[in-house]
């Protein structure tokens, strides 16, 4: 299990970097953690990390946003969080992301656990104190 520290939202663009660096293979990715864990923080930081030049925020009512990284390849952010059926993942054509070899960042993965793909990294974020994160992969 691979562990990243992060101290303070200063220390986001190195921990993103050390996540990147960490990735390998893996282009489905469920972050996992409480409301208020900072996952959105984290996956804006990622997609900074790789160049997105678009403003990243949480897909919530939407359910997927679509940035470009600096090579111009897609990158999807997805946020599960207010889906009411399994039925609105899949009426979005989740697969279609998922089958795409784009990277594919996943708020609130539980919602959807059934259909993500046996590949997907989980990512567990860890609320150490009010600026004090643990990314568990």
């Known amino acids: 299990m ?13 921990a993103a970097r050390a996540f990147l660096d960490h990735l390998g293979d893996h282009t489905i990715v469920a972050f996992h953690g409480q409301m208020g864990a900072g996952k959105t923080t984290f996956i804006t930081a990622v997609c900074k990390a790789l160049g997105v030049q ?13 940035y470009r990284n600096g090579a111009g390849k897609p990158v999807y952010h997805f946020d599960f969080y207010r889906i009411g059926h399994l039925s609105e993942a899949l009426d979005i054509g989740v697969f279609e992301y998922f089958d795409s070899g784009a990277l594919c960042l996943i708020e609130w993965p539980e ?7 046996e590949e997907t990294l989980n990512v567990q974020i860890l609320v150490e104190d009010a600026d004090t994160r643990t990314l568990l992969f």
Do not use: A, Y
Request: hydrophobic share 40%; no cysteine; glycine share 6%.
């Open 2 to 14: 691979t562990e990243i520290i992060i101290n303070g939202t200063g220390d986001l663009p190195r």
């Open 54 to 66: 678009d403003v990243v925020n949480s897909p919530t009512f939407t359910l997927v946003n679509e």
């Open 111 to 117: 919602l959807i656990e059934e259909i993500l793909p």
